[in-house]
């Protein structure tokens, strides 16, 4: 995927899109920014098979009391692609990343 560089900018890039999205920003209020920039590198570094492990927290127990619905989890999504490409990954490496995610989506909506 371009190794740990790429994942950071993937990050970043993420994290700036949340910041100007006003519906998806109000998930983040109470946020450590540096906690989630971390942890989400690291989560996905450990996901695509990178040397990294991920120590956070489940992704059940990150997402309980959100009540995180279908529509925010698709919009959030949509943010991931757009922090993606500006990253300058390809679309087949955007649907790999992707395919890993998306079925963690019982594990955050509804929660």
């Known amino acids: 995927m371009g190794g740990q560089q790429t994942i950071d900018r993937i990050v970043d890039n993420f994290i700036r899109q ?3 999205d006003p519906h ?3 998930f983040f209020l109470e946020s450590d920014i ?3 920039r971390s942890k989400l590198s690291e989560h996905i570094c450990a996901f695509s098979g990178g040397p990294c492990v991920y120590s956070g927290d489940s ?3 990150v ?3 959100m009540h995180i619905t279908e529509s925010d989890f698709n919009r959030t999504v949509d943010l991931l692609i757009d922090a993606m490409t500006e990253a300058g ?3 087949p490496q955007q649907n790999k ?3 890993l ?3 963690m989506r019982r594990q955050m909506i509804y929660r």
């Open 24 to 26: 998806i920003i109000e």
């Open 97 to 99: 990343m992707l395919a």
């Open 59 to 61: 992704m059940q127990d």
């Open 89 to 91: 990954l390809s679309h």
């Open 34 to 36: 540096d906690r989630f």
């Open 18 to 20: 949340i910041e100007y």
């Open 101 to 103: 995610f998306v079925p």
């Open 63 to 65: 997402h309980a009391g």
